[in-house]
């Protein structure tokens, strides 16, 4: 529906602009939401590095779900000066889909503040838990060669004390491993996030001073609206966590299946 503009023309829309207005505020919130949830994420595993006792604390199983709904608050508060003071949104024959008058420095400074916000702050939470973790996997592999020490030269029964703690310290430093590694893998997501909106961005903030074209919005469009697909893509990547949950439900869906099919065979 949000392309159909591309078919019909403005036309189409003449009479519908209430459907342009939905159809505009519903993209636009979609895609600054793409933005936030990597910015949460990013917030997320900084607390998590920094303060673990914190995080426990914080993300609950109560907290949680209020948390996720953050982003999609965040969207929708940033479309709401759109309709407040700048005229709402109307279809613009050159992107060929419904947002504010691109003609309009403000609305347009607006958007790029917020999205430059959003990806200063993952880029933040990115580096300050890196640098936690790096810290922290120094402090224990200097710890670590002592306590090996220490195991050789002590008795049995405090060996094995010491060797538990020894055992400790080898899954902590796997661990960090583990985090420093995931760490990267999201910093080049926020990256490739930030890369692929690139072309619509400078489009929007620069549209006052020279017109694009048809060939290059739909270009920035498209190439923009991969990235909340790639973010699924990325989750996979990133963590075993997530790949793990895929196929449980992937699994799910298909027991669930071959259920209904015995159940559908036995009662015939």
Same mark, same amino acid.
């Given at each position: 529906?949000?392309?159909?503009?591309?078919?019909?023309?403005?036309?189409?829309?003449?009479?519908?602009?209430?459907?342009?207005?939905?159809?505009?505020?519903?993209?636009?919130?979609?895609?600054?939401?793409?933005?936030?949830?990597?910015?949460?994420?990013?917030?997320?595993?900084?607390?998590?590095?920094?303060?673990?006792?914190?995080?426990?604390?914080?993300?609950?199983?109560?907290?949680?779900?209020?948390? %996720?709904?953050?982003? $999609?608050?965040? &969207? !929708?508060?940033?479309?709401?000066?759109?309709? +407040?003071?700048?005229? /709402?949104?109307? @279809?613009?024959?050159?992107?060929?889909?419904?947002?504010?008058?691109?003609?309009?420095?403000?609305?347009?400074?607006?958007?790029?503040?917020?999205?430059?916000?959003?990806?200063?702050?993952?880029?933040?939470?990115?580096?300050?838990?890196?640098?936690?973790?790096?810290?922290?996997?120094?402090?224990?592999?200097?710890?670590?060669?002592?306590?090996?020490?220490?195991?050789?030269?002590?008795?049995?029964?405090?060996?094995?004390?010491?060797?538990?703690?020894?055992?400790?310290?080898?899954?902590?430093?796997?661990?960090?491993?583990?985090d420093i590694a995931m760490s990267g893998r999201l910093l080049a997501a926020?990256?490739? %996030?930030?890369?692929? $909106?690139?072309? &619509? !961005?400078?489009?929007?903030?620069?549209?006052? +001073?020279?017109?694009? /074209?048809?060939? @290059?919005?739909?270009?920035?469009?498209?190439l923009g609206h991969m990235q909340p697909g790639l973010d699924c893509l990325?989750y996979v990547i990133i963590s075993k966590y997530f790949r793990r949950g895929?196929?449980?439900?992937?699994?799910?869906?298909?027991?669930?299946?071959?259920?209904?099919?015995?159940?559908?065979?036995?009662?015939?």
């Open positions: 529906m949000a392309k159909i503009g591309v078919v019909q023309g403005e036309l189409y829309y003449y009479h519908r602009w209430r459907l342009c207005e939905f159809l505009g505020t519903v993209c636009f919130s979609a895609c600054s939401c793409a933005f936030w949830c990597i910015t949460g994420l990013a917030v997320n595993r900084m607390i998590l590095v920094c303060s673990p006792k914190q995080y426990k604390r914080i993300f609950t199983w109560r907290t949680t779900p209020i948390f %996720s709904f953050i982003p $999609w608050c965040i &969207a !929708l508060l940033t479309v709401l000066p759109m309709f +407040i003071w700048w005229g /709402g949104m109307e @279809f613009d024959p050159e992107t060929m889909f419904c947002l504010s008058d691109l003609d309009n420095m403000q609305p347009n400074m607006f958007l790029a503040a917020v999205m430059s916000l959003s990806v200063i702050l993952s880029f933040m939470s990115i580096i300050v838990a890196q640098f936690r973790i790096k810290a922290k996997r120094r402090q224990l592999t200097a710890i670590a060669p002592n306590i090996s020490l220490m195991n050789v030269i002590g008795s049995d029964r405090k060996g094995k004390e010491k060797n538990d703690n020894t055992d400790d310290i080898t899954e902590g430093l796997r661990q960090e491993h583990d926020i990256f490739l %996030s930030s890369f692929i $909106w690139s072309p &619509a !961005l400078v489009a929007f903030v620069t549209h006052h +001073i020279m017109n694009y /074209g048809r060939d @290059f919005w739909a270009f920035a469009s498209l990325c895929y196929k449980n439900a992937i699994r799910l869906i298909f027991c669930c299946k071959k259920r209904q099919r015995y159940a559908t065979v036995a009662n015939a």
